[in-house]
């Protein structure tokens, strides 16, 4: 008869390795976890993760404090390489597409000017373009003064001529009432000669003397 194959040996279970379990001492303790103060904060979140309007002030208020134009590269070094030049760049491109600054040539690159001179003059922008936006002005008008707070009427009314500046003249002193000579004196009254003396009356020649 031919001869059967023995069977493998089985270890007993006692042999048999199991895997290995941390211990409790390898679990990280609350200690190791980050805290809040490790978070990054606003300035060191990546650019793409910003605002745009935010970037956007941020480059207008390094054209706004300087006295000249300013290429990208300007506006990086002004806000301390925060910024990258390409992301100013667009920032800058972007601003120029909407009539914020204007741009010449300066070599190979573009410098920019503000067109509006301070925040205040960048809101008004703003509102302008909103309005420019509709095709029903006086309606949008109509619904912002409405709108208004009783100080803010008052305001735009003196703004608009209707209040008590309205009859002063851009120095601040009161307009002419009547009419005046050329250096505020009053208009002749009568025929003069041409040095402000009277003309001779009739029966007298040009010396005073009678004829």
Not at 184 to 211: F, H, L, M, V
């Amino acid at each position: 008869m031919p001869e059967v194959p023995a069977m493998p040996e089985v270890p007993p279970s006692s042999e048999v390795p199991l895997p290995e379990v941390p211990s409790t001492s390898e679990v990280p303790s609350t200690s190791e976890v980050p805290s809040t103060s490790e978070v990054p904060s606003a300035s060191e979140v990546p650019a793409a993760r910003r605002p745009s309007g935010e970037l956007e002030a941020q480059v207008l208020a390094a054209l706004w404090a300087a006295d000249r134009p300013l290429t990208p590269q300007d506006v990086q070094l002004a806000l301390g390489g925060e910024l990258a030049r390409t992301t100013i760049a667009t920032i800058l491109a972007r601003l120029h597409d909407k009539g914020t600054v204007e741009r010449t040539r300066a070599g190979r690159a573009y410098a920019y000017t503000p067109t509006v001179r301070d925040p205040a003059g960048l809101a008004a922008r703003r509102m302008r373009t909103e309005l420019d936006r509709e095709q029903d002005r006086s309606t949008v008008l109509a619904r912002f003064v409405s709108d208004l707070s009783d100080d803010d009427e008052r305001l735009l009314r003196e703004l608009l001529g209707e209040g008590p500046q309205n009859h002063q003249d851009p120095q601040g002193g009161q307009a002419p009432a009547g009419d005046q000579g050329p250096q505020g004196g009053q208009a002749p009254a009568g025929d003069q000669g041409p040095q402000g003396s009277q003309a001779p009356a009739s029966g007298q020649d040009p010396a005073g003397g009678a004829r």
